[in-house]
């Protein structure tokens, strides 16, 4: 299976010419890589400007409303639905980041909307999930079996062949490369989500379900995420806005 690295641009950069510059950077070494799916997640406002044309780079967004207009009448101001981002040549979408959970109250209930709205558009949906801390009575493993059940509540079985999970403990984001979760806990982490999983999505699925790592991976961290952590992939944040540094996380992951 091939690897998945999507990069978080999250609210970055400040124009669209080094969103472009970016892009192009990022392209030129994907274009190679064979091993791996690329996707670039940008500020909405920069996804119509990428030209995908014959490139192996896959778009993606940050988030997508739980309404599609298509199916409805759209009267929310301010949001993107599922399907205006599908015509717009996004593949996929992120969807439960913390930083949206914590800054704009989402709730495993609208993560829950969201994630149904956007399966339901042929979107591939990363769902987000990660604990704030670690304590020593794993409390910690109960709030992200609650995130994943709750998250993934009343979805259909047939959709969830385009559902990846991104394991992103909250307190390592954003962080330096030597202060990521390690590998070996990753490991446990997907193989404890991976239990948690298998009554909601089915035995098959979920073997063959990706559980990407985010959380400050970085070249230099990569290669143990992938040989030790076993994760199929990353979601990558700040390093994503260096293409040097996000074209090395490609090489690593298409050799690993
Ligand atoms: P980071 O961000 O790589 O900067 O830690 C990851 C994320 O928030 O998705």
């Known amino acids: 299976m091939k690897k998945l690295v999507v990069a978080n641009w999250k609210m970055n950069p400040q124009t669209i010419e080094e969103a472009n510059n970016i892009f192009s950077g990022i392209k030129r070494t994907a274009q190679k890589i064979t091993g791996v799916e690329t996707v670039i997640c940008p500020p909405f406002l920069y996804i119509s400007a990428f030209k995908l044309k014959d490139s192996l780079v896959k778009l993606g967004a940050q988030d997508a409303f739980w309404v599609n207009p298509l199916a409805g009448k759209g009267p929310y101001t301010g949001e993107i639905s599922p399907d205006m981002l599908k015509m717009a040549g996004v593949k996929?979408?992120?969807?439960?980041?913390?930083?949206?959970?914590?800054?704009?109250?989402?709730?495993?209930?609208?993560?829950?909307?969201?994630?149904?709205?956007?399966?339901?558009?042929?979107?591939?949906?990363?769902?987000?999930?990660?604990?704030?801390?670690?304590?020593?009575?794993?409390?910690?493993?109960?709030?992200?079996?609650?995130?994943?059940?709750?998250?993934?509540?009343?979805?259909?079985?047939?959709?969830?062949?385009?559902?990846?999970?991104?394991?992103?403990?909250?307190?390592?984001?954003?962080?330096?490369?030597?202060?990521?979760?390690?590998p070996e806990s990753v490991l446990q982490m997907s193989i404890y989500i991976r239990r948690v999983l298998q009554p909601i999505v089915g035995k098959e699925l979920t073997h063959d379900l990706p559980i990407i790592y985010g959380g400050s991976a970085e070249p230099v961290n990569a290669e143990a995420f992938l040989k030790e952590g076993k994760v199929q992939g990353f979601l990558v944040g700040h390093a994503s806005l260096k293409p040097e540094q996000f074209n090395e996380i490609l090489k690593i992951a298409n050799e690993s």
């Open 92 to 182: 996929y979408v992120i969807i439960g980041h913390s930083e949206r959970r914590e800054n704009f109250g989402e709730t495993n209930e609208m993560v829950n909307k969201k994630v149904k709205a956007a399966l339901e558009s042929g979107l591939k949906v990363i769902l987000c999930v990660g604990e704030k801390e670690r304590d020593h009575e794993h409390a910690y493993l109960r709030f992200i079996k609650t995130e994943l059940e709750e998250g993934l509540r009343g979805i259909k079985k047939t959709n969830f062949k385009n559902l990846v999970i991104a394991y992103e403990p909250i307190w390592a984001i954003g962080k330096k490369g030597a202060e990521a979760d390690s």
